[in-house]
């Protein structure tokens, strides 16, 4: 989570018809932090991690993830 800011309002992002909005909090900076899912009043999408040696361009079919509620 390098040079990522703590969050201070949602993050909001869409397509003009779905939007969706999280927040995230960093514990150290440049070394961990918390992304936040939907058991938060604050976030309306689940979280999921996926490994740094997967290209997210790649993903074909997200929708197959194992996602969270919880924060991660």
Avoid: H
Avoid at 5 to 28: F, H, M, P, Y
Avoid at 45 to 72: C, G, H, L, R, W
């Amino acid at each position: 989570m390098s040079d990522i800011t703590e969050s201070r309002a949602d993050w909001i992002w869409g397509d003009s018809v779905n939007w969706l909005c999280q927040q995230w909090s960093i514990k150290n900076n440049d070394v961990a932090g918390w992304f936040y899912g939907t058991g938060f009043s604050w976030s309306n999408a689940d979280v999921f991690v996926m490994k740094a040696t997967t290209d997210p361009f790649s993903v074909v079919a997200a929708e197959n993830f194992d996602y969270t509620s919880d924060s991660i």
